[in-house]
Nanobody
Framework: QVQLVESGGGLVQAGDSLRLSCAAS????????MGWFRQASGKEREFVAG????????AYAGSVEGRCTISRDNAKNTVYLQMNNLKPEDAAVYYC?????????????????WGQGTQVTVSS
């Protein structure tokens, strides 16, 4: 079992930056693909970014490409999501997820473990 705890969310203004963290416990995540998803009120959960076990391969949703960077520190069992130039449409609950196996995916059904989420609110 892997437990995931997100942190770093908050209320920011449009154009600001945030760095979300996802601390894992229970097992080392070094052999897991990791992802960030978000869910806005009344909408479905959507993929934001993913990273393979090594950290060398990443993927992003088109809506955040160029503004977000996912990274991981396997020694700290932690995954990060740096978000820059935030927009009101980025407001959502952001979830960290772990997928058994080395390669990630963009569908939330592919992930095995989830955190409780951290709220990001962006004012215009």
């Amino acid at each position: 079992q892997v437990q995931l705890v997100e942190s770093g969310g908050g209320l920011v203004q449009a154009g600001d930056s945030l760095r979300l963290s996802c601390a894992a416990s229970g097992r080392s995540i070094s052999s897991y693909a990791m992802g960030w998803f978000r869910q806005a009120s009344g909408k479905e959960r959507e993929f934001v970014a993913g990273i393979r076990w090594s950290g060398r391969i990443t993927a992003y949703a088109g809506s955040v490409e160029g503004r977000c960077t996912i990274s991981r520190d396997n020694a700290k069992n932690t995954v990060y999501l740096q978000m820059n130039n935030l927009k009101p449409e980025d407001a959502a609950v952001y979830y960290c997820a772990a997928k058994e196996g080395l390669y990630g995916g963009t569908r939330h059904s592919e992930y095995d473990y989830w955190g409780q989420g951290t709220q990001v609110t962006v004012s215009s």
